[in-house]
């Protein structure tokens, strides 16, 4: 089966749609399992070069599998190449900010903030990186903030993990330069802000997943930035799935998805003590039996 149905099929409602801010691109699609929580968080953010053409439509796909299996997602939207504001610094700020608004919704749903987990694919897989690596930028820096929410792991899918080297090979005809407003000799300060790779060791647990053949994002960012973090102290692994191209990893059809699934869970439960993590996986294999699912759980 062709993973493009994701692209191509509507996605099942959300139970919520909000917005976080005021424009009209700040808003996200809040899915929530059974059950009385409270809930471990995966923060969604979908892929398409930052470019406004691509929505996160097809993300709510992968979002319904997951929320199946017990965990909340949170699919963002967020200002992109095209939009009044998207690029550099908005769509940084965009999925800062609806990230940070998990705070608020934790006000009315049961979702579990000490376990929040941020997923991207993609430009969506740069994002979600970059949101486990802010915490890093200091007092001064473009996009800092004093309190954004944490994160207990990242899983980039086939992520645009690293800017400069996203620019020096024109990936998404040559889409780094215009989002970020420049090249890395023009505006080197921006790369060293919005790079995941220039803020390394991120000093978050992260698996990175990617398939082998992807034509799109080369294999090779992800297992270089994993070795990297690796020799710079972070809690980091790489995924690479053979056979794989670059949708399979957003396709809860694919058989690639229970890699997926399973990077989501070991940074939902790194950390736990074992009998938290044993008991706290019951309601996910029970929802995933319930709902007639088949596959890794």
């Not at 424009?23 to 809040?30: R, S, T």
């Not at 990242?154 to 040559?174: E, Q």
């Not at 790489?238 to 949708?247: E, I, K, N, Q, R």
């Amino acid at each position: 089966m062709s993973s493009m149905w994701v692209l191509e099929t509507p996605a099942p409602t959300a139970d919520a749609r909000m917005a976080y801010g005021g424009e009209p691109h700040q808003f996200g699609d809040l899915r929530m399992p059974e059950g009385p929580g409270p809930h471990p968080v995966v923060v969604v953010i979908h892929g398409g070069f930052w470019r406004a053409k691509y929505d996160l439509e097809h993300a709510g796909h992968l979002c319904a599998d997951l929320t199946r299996r017990g965990f909340a997602t949170w699919s963002l939207e967020y200002r992109r190449v095209g939009h009044d504001g998207g690029g550099w610094p908005g769509t940084l700020e965009d999925v800062a900010r609806g990230t940070d608004f998990l705070r608020t919704l934790a006000q009315a749903h049961a979702l579990d903030l000490s376990r929040v987990v941020a997923l991207g694919h993609s430009a969506g897989g740069h994002l979600a990186a970059w949101l486990g690596a802010r915490h890093r930028l200091r007092p001064g820096d473009a996009l800092y903030s004093a309190a954004p929410l944490p994160l207990h792991g990242v899983v980039p899918l086939a992520g645009v993990v690293d800017l400069p080297r996203a620019f020096a090979h024109r990936l998404g005809d040559g889409i780094v330069e215009t989002f970020l407003g420049g090249t890395p000799s023009s505006v080197p300060e921006r790369y060293r802000t919005a790079s995941p790779a220039a803020l390394q060791p991120l000093g978050v647990p992260q698996v990175l997943v990617h398939g082998a053949e992807d034509d799109t994002v080369p294999v090779l960012m992800s297992e270089d930035f994993c070795a990297r973090g690796r020799e710079l102290g972070d809690d980091v692994r790489s995924v690479t799935l053979p056979g794989a191209g670059h949708f399979e990893v957003i396709d809860p059809k694919a058989p690639e998805w229970g890699k997926v699934v399973e990077a989501v869970r070991s940074l939902v439960w790194v950390g736990a003590p074992a009998s938290e993590s044993v008991g706290s996986e019951a309601p996910l294999r029970a929802a995933v039996h319930r709902d007639g699912l088949t596959g890794d759980v």
